[in-house]
């Protein structure tokens, strides 16, 4: 029996980025959008054109490099907006302009303050604009679960007169049950008049925990496009888990009449790439790219499973990229191979000169661990990319026993400028971070400090995450090095340097779906 095709449509570069600390640079969603587009990802929506001009290069960025996968913008229900992405996608393959406006009453009232006609009259111009420079429009009806039945068919009915090829049915505050929200879908398709016109398409957020569970239920009343993010990452609880809804579709194939392109092997790469790139890990006990996700400790389990997998597995790791995750570089190891493994996990080299510096980088870090794995790996781009630009870190050095105040001196460079300072703290780390102040006195708040160890064994490099907010902006640093303290200090710089670079910008949460 033939199935449908579900379009996969991943937020993570616009929706997970507005996760308050996980702005990311341009660089950093180019680097994620090429393992989404190798996914075989049908739709990237790249970012908030209109929301900064990092946002909009972002966009521009991705639909440059893009070639596979379409590549979406977000817009509101108006002409800045709209022109504003149709400008960034102009060298996309293939584009998308997905333009939005509340539809609930209480953000008509309170939000909009609009009367329903006015956002019906808004949402069809705002279509019919879009038209002017992409044939492939997505109209959303924020706040779509707590909207009235009657008023939804309305504008919908006017938004694909006018041009529009995707409905969205977001569940924007994660309001929504699964059965309730299943039968709102079924019901709007089966109301609509000309809803044959359109694919319906959900946007799910997990504010009650049933982010994927509202969107499976929405796949079996007919939507055939799910809009999710890497690791659930999004706004306030996230959104629906792009790696769960495939796997769920791809295990209960008995269930669902759907199937999806995505390449599943890169499921577990790019979710390590986007933790590393946010600084958000993911829980152990994560389903599908949590490390505990194929793990098993009772010894029932670990009996079953060796006389026969299924016994206690629904799925293989494999078919996730668990298979892959672990190869090993040496000292030994040559340029051909690191530069060919890197490639493999989706960077990009720029230059000639930029593979050498990564390479003498991966040269030093060798001979600190026995051996490299691919974690290691990304975690050493993501210490090395954009560092060439602000504060660069030279040395430390840290004392700490007991009964005495732990001392740190710290040494910086900007522009070829040599700083330096002593300070004293709770800690080594805390000492630190107080002569670094002292040196270039930011006047950030550190919001966040997280420390996690990258693979197993005592010579694991930490990967450190430092998140500061100064002036209402919020962003995130990370470090790597096999010493903690080492790594908490790049971290701070590499924060540091971000949150001098987006001063200007505003942080994406400008409003969507």
């Known amino acids: 029996m033939s199935k449908d095709k579900l379009i996969i449509f991943d937020t993570t570069l616009r929706d997970g980025e507005q996760s308050p600390g996980a702005s990311m640079t341009k660089d950093e969603k180019v680097r994620i959008a090429t393992v989404l587009e190798k996914m075989s990802v049908d739709v990237i929506e790249a970012g908030f054109a209109i929301a900064s001009p990092g946002d909009f290069e972002a966009v521009q960025a991705v639909a440059s490099v893009i070639k596979d996968s379409r590549i979406c913008s977000l817009a509101r229900a108006n002409k800045k907006d709209i022109e504003r992405a149709g400008e960034a996608l102009k060298h996309a ?7 939005f406006i509340a539809t609930s009453p209480i953000h008509m009232e309170y939000k909009l303050r609009m009367q329903p006609d006015q956002v019906v009259e808004h949402a069809v111009n705002a279509v019919k604009y879009a038209r002017k420079f992409t044939d492939d429009v997505e109209f959303s009806c924020e706040d779509a679960s707590r909207t009235e039945f009657d008023f939804m068919c309305r504008i919908i009915e006017e938004a694909i007169k006018a041009g529009a090829t995707t409905i969205n049915i977001p569940d924007t505050v994660g309001y929504g049950e699964p059965a309730e929200y299943g039968r709102i879908i079924g019901q709007l398709m089966n109301t609509i008049p000309n809803a044959d016109k359109a694919i319906f398409s959900v946007h799910c957020h997990n504010d009650l925990g049933l982010a994927v569970a509202n969107s499976l239920s929405a796949v079996n009343f007919g939507a055939r496009q799910v809009e999710c993010t890497i690791n659930g990452l ?69 009996d079953g499973v060796l006389k026969h997998r299924e016994t206690y597995e629904i799925m293989r790791a494999q078919d996730v990229g668990w298979s892959d995750n672990r190869l090993v570089l040496g000292k030994h190891s040559g340029r051909a191979a690191f530069r060919a493994r890197l490639e493999g996990l989706g960077y990009k080299f720029q230059s000639d000169d930029e593979a050498n510096v ?18 290691d790996l990304q975690a050493l781009v993501s210490d090395v990319v954009e560092s060439d630009d602000g504060y660069q870190y030279v040395s430390i050095e840290a004392v700490s026993s007991t009964g005495k105040l732990p001392k740190a001196t710290v040494e910086l460079s900007l522009k070829g400028e040599a700083m330096s300072a002593t300070s004293e703290g709770d800690g080594p780390v805390d000492a630190a971070f107080k002569a670094i102040e ?50 908490s ?11 001098n670079n987006r001063s200007e910008k505003a942080h994406p949460q400008k409003g969507g779906v």
């Open 358 to 375: 990564l390479f003498a980088k991966f040269k030093v870090l060798a001979d600190k661990k026995h051996e490299i794995f691919d974690e």
């Open 489 to 499: 200090v790049k971290a701070y710089i590499d924060a540091v340097n971000t949150l």
């Open 234 to 302: 999004g706004e306030r609880a996230g959104n629906a888990s792009l790696e769960e809804v495939v796997m769920a579709i791809r295990t209960r194939h008995d269930l669902f009449t759907v199937e999806t392109d995505i390449q599943t092997e890169y499921i577990v790469p790019a979710s390590r790439l986007v933790s590393s790139i946010t600084g958000f890990p993911v829980q152990p006990n994560k389903a599908i790219v949590g490390a505990n996700a194929f793990a098993h400790e009772a010894g029932i389990h670990q």
């Open 438 to 487: 002292s040196m270039i006195q930011t006047q950030a708040e550190l919001k966040l400090y997280s420390v996690n160890a990258i693979t197993e064994g005592t010579d694991s490099q930490g990967e450190v995450t430092v998140r500061l907010q100064r002036d209402g902006v919020m962003v995130n640093g990370q470090g790597a090095d096999t010493d903690i303290i080492v790594a």
């Open 93 to 99: 393959n293939a584009s998308r302009i997905h333009t």
